[in-house]
Antibody, heavy 121, light 107 residues
Framework: EVQLVESGGGLVEPGGSLRVSCAAS????????MSWVRQAPGKGLEWIGL??????????DYGAPVKGRFTISRDDSKNTLYLQMNSLKTEDTAVYYC????????????WGQGTLVTVSS | DIQMTQSPSSLSASVGDRITITCRAS??????LNWYRQKPGKAPKLLIY???SLQSGVPSRFSGSGSGTDFTLTISGLQPEDFATFYC?????????FGQGTRLEIK
């Protein structure tokens, strides 16, 4: 059974940093593309970025609102995906979900339960 | 960036009804269109991928159609668990954008 479990969310001040993690199980993590999606309170879904499988170069791509501030990485030895968030703004307050990404048609087939990040002073 | 526009933004219906939600892309996205259902307080769940392919394990009351810029999600025979919010998403090019959502409420 595929499982994605996010952790590391919490309260951080504006301008601060936070790293959230996503522990994966039930599939061969190193072969799978992964993505982060967020949802601000009461709002819709926003794609943050993705990381390709290491076998596909492990390259990353980001949405404009987070480019240059957020970094997605992976540790295939730990079956874990990371999202490093720097220079946080109040508008980054959201539930952050990790997802798997189909390599061929790029749909997001499995989602974690999400972790809440609150940016506030 | 490709803009995705869903209509309606909200909809009231009854158990057993048939409903259709529309999603329009600001440019052609071929068939790179996915549909998700999100229940309150839960993560989204993939229903339909590539415009019309039913994800494994998803009931056959869900169907999708369309290509290019115009797409529809149809639910035939609404069940209580379908009263939720539905999102379309394009994965033709990054940034992978979502529609604003359609909230389906019980009449």
């Amino acid at each position: 059974e595929v499982q994605l479990v996010e952790s590391g969310g919490g309260l951080v001040e504006p301008g601060g940093s936070l790293r959230v993690s996503c522990a994966a199980s039930g599939f061969t993590f190193s072969n799978v593309w992964m993505s982060w999606v967020r949802q601000a309170p009461g709002k819709g879904l926003e794609w943050i970025g993705l990381i390709k499988a290491t076998t596909n170069g492990g390259t990353t791509d980001y949405g404009a609102p987070v480019k240059g501030r957020f970094t997605i990485s992976r540790d295939d030895s730990k079956n874990t995906l990371y999202l490093q968030m720097n220079s946080l703004k109040t508008e980054d307050t959201a539930v952050y979900y990790c997802t798997t990404v189909s390599k061929t048609l790029y749909y997001f087939d499995y989602w974690g339960q999400g972790t809440l990040v609150t940016v506030s002073s | 960036d490709i803009q995705m526009t869903q209509s309606p933004s909200s909809l009231s219906a009854s158990v057993g009804d048939r409903i259709t939600i529309t999603c329009r892309a600001s440019q052609s996205i071929s068939s790179y269109l996915n549909w998700y259902r999100q229940k309150p307080g839960k993560a989204p769940k993939l229903l339909i991928y590539a415009a019309s392919s039913l994800q494994s394990g998803v009931p056959s009351r869900f169907s999708g159609s369309g290509s290019g810029t115009d797409f529809t999600l149809t639910i035939s025979g609404l069940q209580p668990e379908d009263f939720a919010t539905f999102y379309c998403q394009q994965t033709y090019s990054t940034p992978y954008t979502f529609g604003q959502g359609t909230r389906l409420e019980i009449k």
